[in-house]
């Protein structure tokens, strides 16, 4: 049986599942956890992202053969909705420094994340996440290079209207049939 990490206090109804360490349990698991979200009734836009990456990692770097992973989300009655993910690898812990985006998804849109070692063989990487929070404003889409070009588009537009205002055409434009 895998180890289960102490949920947050007065958690709603916490679901946990086991699910084979394929790509098919992570989107089996997926599926069902936001599933279980909307019938709490919590919304689960961030909430689905943090779980794809955390269900993605179990299977691709959790992954023992023959062995399952456990996914157990809960609701504390302020809101916040904790995720944990526990896979059978406590030899390959996460690590955000390793250039991988995944983590990095995570870290962006949870209020904390981290992990924790059971007894050996497993590990628990857990989330937690307000999905009541604004999320972050978008970046600016346009570099500098950018903004540079469409002002210079801008101008050579300008000017070409202004030339055709003083220079209009000396004769009507010809049909040819």
């Known amino acids: 049986m895998i180890p289960q990490l102490p949920l947050l206090g007065a958690a709603v109804h916490p679901c946990v599942l086991q699910l084979s360490a394929t790509p098919r349990g992570a989107r089996l698991g997926r599926l069902l956890a936001i599933e279980q979200l909307r ?20 299977v691709t770097h959790g992954r023992v053969p023959g062995r399952d992973f456990r996914l157990a989300l809960a609701v504390h009655p302020t809101g916040t909705v904790r ?83 003083r220079n209009p055409p000396t004769h009507p434009p010809t049909d040819r049939t």
Do not use: F, Q
């Open 83 to 165: 995720i944990e993910v526990t896979d059978t690898r406590y030899d390959r812990m996460p690590d955000p420094t390793t250039g991988g985006r995944g983590l990095a998804i995570v870290e962006e849109l949870a209020d904390c994340w981290g992990v924790v070692t059971g007894p050996p063989p497993w590990k628990t990487v857990y989330a937690e996440v307000s999905p009541y929070r604004a999320p972050a404003p978008a970046p600016e889409t346009h570099d500098s290079v950018d903004r540079a070009t469409d002002a210079r588009e801008t101008a050579a537009h300008e000017v070409m209207e202004r030339t055709e205002e």
């Open 39 to 58: 019938a709490w009734g919590v919304p689960w836009e961030r909430p689905e992202r943090i779980l794809d990456e955390l269900l993605a990692n179990a």
